[in-house]
Protein backbone atom coordinates (compact mmCIF):
# COMPACT_ATOMS: atom_id res chain seq x y z
CA UNK A 1 0.00 0.00 0.00
CA UNK A 2 1.40 3.36 -1.28
CA UNK A 3 -0.33 7.08 -0.25
CA UNK A 4 0.97 10.00 -1.21
CA UNK A 5 -0.74 13.21 0.34
CA UNK A 6 -0.54 16.45 -1.25
CA UNK A 7 -2.48 20.11 -1.39
CA UNK A 8 -0.59 21.22 2.02
CA UNK A 9 0.25 25.03 2.02
CA UNK A 10 0.66 28.66 4.43
CA UNK A 11 -3.21 29.95 4.16
CA UNK A 12 -5.05 32.79 6.08
CA UNK A 13 -7.75 32.09 8.54
CA UNK A 14 -11.06 31.90 7.15
CA UNK A 15 -10.03 30.38 3.87
CA UNK A 16 -10.26 26.42 2.59
CA UNK A 17 -7.48 24.03 1.70
CA UNK A 18 -8.39 20.47 -0.19
CA UNK A 19 -5.91 18.02 0.68
CA UNK A 20 -5.52 15.12 -1.84
CA UNK A 21 -4.36 11.55 -1.41
CA UNK A 22 -3.51 9.14 -4.22
CA UNK A 23 -3.68 5.42 -3.25
CA UNK A 24 -1.78 2.50 -4.71
CA UNK A 25 -4.71 0.60 -7.05
CA UNK A 26 -6.56 -1.54 -5.07
CA UNK A 27 -5.91 0.26 -1.61
CA UNK A 28 -9.59 1.88 -1.36
CA UNK A 29 -11.57 -2.12 -1.55
CA UNK A 30 -12.44 -2.82 2.07
CA UNK A 31 -10.67 -0.35 3.72
CA UNK A 32 -10.65 2.97 5.53
CA UNK A 33 -9.27 5.95 4.22
CA UNK A 34 -8.54 8.62 7.34
CA UNK A 35 -6.75 11.58 7.68
CA UNK A 36 -4.64 12.24 10.41
CA UNK A 37 -2.95 15.21 11.76
CA UNK A 38 -0.06 16.12 14.30
CA UNK A 39 0.26 19.76 15.40
CA UNK A 40 3.23 20.92 17.28
CA UNK A 41 3.76 19.15 20.29
CA UNK A 42 0.41 17.07 20.23
CA UNK A 43 -0.60 13.68 19.65
CA UNK A 44 -1.84 12.52 16.62
CA UNK A 45 -5.52 13.23 15.87
CA UNK A 46 -8.22 11.41 13.12
CA UNK A 47 -10.12 14.51 12.02
CA UNK A 48 -11.83 12.60 9.25
CA UNK A 49 -12.22 8.56 8.18
CA UNK A 50 -14.63 6.95 5.84
CA UNK A 51 -15.30 3.73 4.84
CA UNK A 52 -14.61 2.45 1.23
CA UNK A 53 -18.13 1.94 1.03
CA UNK A 54 -19.06 4.95 2.30
CA UNK A 55 -21.72 3.88 4.54
CA UNK A 56 -19.53 5.67 7.45
CA UNK A 57 -17.33 8.20 8.03
CA UNK A 58 -16.06 10.14 10.57
CA UNK A 59 -15.38 13.32 12.23
CA UNK A 60 -13.17 14.70 15.12
CA UNK A 61 -15.53 17.09 16.90
CA UNK A 62 -12.89 20.04 16.19
CA UNK A 63 -13.76 19.99 12.70
CA UNK A 64 -17.09 19.30 12.25
CA UNK A 65 -18.88 21.43 9.86
CA UNK A 66 -15.66 22.93 8.40
CA UNK A 67 -14.19 19.77 7.19
CA UNK A 68 -15.35 16.90 4.80
CA UNK A 69 -13.93 13.48 3.78
CA UNK A 70 -14.43 12.22 0.41
CA UNK A 71 -12.71 9.85 -1.89
CA UNK A 72 -13.16 8.45 -5.55
CA UNK A 73 -12.50 4.72 -5.85
CA UNK A 74 -11.80 5.00 -9.60
CA UNK A 75 -9.31 7.66 -9.29
CA UNK A 76 -7.80 5.82 -5.79
CA UNK A 77 -7.43 8.90 -4.40
CA UNK A 78 -9.30 10.32 -0.89
CA UNK A 79 -9.88 13.79 -0.76
CA UNK A 80 -10.23 16.28 2.29
CA UNK A 81 -12.16 19.44 1.66
CA UNK A 82 -11.38 21.81 4.61
CA UNK A 83 -13.04 25.38 5.20
CA UNK A 84 -12.96 27.92 7.54
CA UNK A 85 -9.86 26.96 8.56
CA UNK A 86 -8.57 27.98 12.11
CA UNK A 87 -5.13 28.80 13.08
CA UNK A 88 -5.24 25.39 15.46
CA UNK A 89 -5.80 23.55 12.32
CA UNK A 90 -1.95 24.43 11.84
CA UNK A 91 -0.24 20.82 11.16
CA UNK A 92 1.36 17.90 9.41
CA UNK A 93 -1.52 15.76 8.01
CA UNK A 94 -1.65 12.70 6.73
CA UNK A 95 -3.08 10.22 4.87
CA UNK A 96 -3.68 6.66 6.43
CA UNK A 97 -5.27 3.26 5.85
CA UNK A 98 -6.44 0.30 6.91
CA UNK A 99 -8.46 -2.38 6.79
CA UNK A 100 -12.12 -2.20 7.04
CA UNK A 101 -12.18 -5.50 8.92
CA UNK A 102 -10.30 -4.09 11.87
CA UNK A 103 -12.33 -0.78 12.78
CA UNK A 104 -15.62 -0.19 14.46
CA UNK A 105 -17.44 3.11 14.74
CA UNK A 106 -15.99 3.37 18.28
CA UNK A 107 -12.40 2.69 16.92
CA UNK A 108 -12.26 4.56 13.57
CA UNK A 109 -11.08 7.69 14.95
CA UNK A 110 -8.38 5.74 16.88
CA UNK A 111 -4.77 6.69 15.38
CA UNK A 112 -3.60 3.43 16.41
CA UNK A 113 -5.86 1.61 13.93
CA UNK A 114 -4.41 2.84 10.67
CA UNK A 115 -1.73 0.02 9.52
CA UNK A 116 -0.54 2.29 6.55
CA UNK A 117 0.30 5.79 6.44
CA UNK A 118 1.61 7.96 3.72
CA UNK A 119 4.05 11.10 4.17
CA UNK A 120 2.96 13.84 5.57
CA UNK A 121 1.56 17.56 4.14
CA UNK A 122 2.58 20.68 6.33
CA UNK A 123 -1.02 22.58 6.23
CA UNK A 124 0.05 26.28 8.23
CA UNK A 125 -2.96 28.34 8.92
CA UNK A 126 -2.43 32.32 9.78
CA UNK A 127 -4.45 34.30 11.71
Known amino acids: VQLQASGGGLVQAGTSLRLSCAASEGTFVNAVMGWIRQAPGKEHEVVAA????????FYADSVKGRFTISRDNARNTAYLQMDSLKPEDTAVYYC?????????????????????WGQGTQVTVSS
Open 50 to 57: IVWSGDIS
Open 96 to 116: AATPRSKVTKATIGRPTEYDF
